[in-house]
């Protein structure tokens, strides 16, 4: 069983940066995927970015591309988002989610995910 731990949400300006942590612990994270999603209030759940665990294959949203970058650090069994360029409407509670990479490889990256940590909010002020 993988446990996720979020940090590194906090209140910025616009324009503005943060590195977000994803930390995992309970079993190495060989084999899977990682994911960023974010939720606003009254709006749904929605896909960020991903990256697979062994090989560092990335994909990310239309959305954020050019502003978000995902990364991990396997020795530190910890995934990252830098999120930059900051906007009113990023504001929302970030979450990371693991899932093992799918035996085919096709669209590793979607949903279903079946292990969350518990969030981190960013807000951001105009």
């Known amino acids: 069983q993988v446990q996720l731990e979020e940090s590194g949400g906090g209140l910025v300006q616009a324009g503005g940066s943060l590195r977000l942590s994803c930390a995992a612990s309970?079993?190495?994270?060989?084999?899977?995927?990682i994911g960023w999603f974010r939720q606003a209030p009254g709006k749904e759940r929605e896909f960020i970015a991903a990256?697979?665990?062994?090989?560092?294959?990335?994909f990310y949203a239309d959305s954020v591309k050019g502003r978000f970058t995902i990364s991990r650090d396997s020795a530190k069994n910890t995934a990252y988002l830098q999120v930059n360029s900051l906007k009113p409407e990023d504001t929302a509670i970030y979450y990371c989610?693991?899932?093992?990479?799918?035996?085919?490889?096709?669209?590793?990256?979607?949903?279903?995910?079946?292990?969350w940590g518990q969030g981190t909010q960013v807000t951001v002020s105009s």
């Open positions: 309970g079993r190495s994270l060989y084999n899977n995927v």
């Open positions: 989610a693991g899932r093992l990479y799918p035996p085919r490889g096709t669209n590793w990256y979607l949903p279903p995910y079946d292990y």
């Open positions: 990256i697979t665990w062994n090989s560092g294959m990335i």
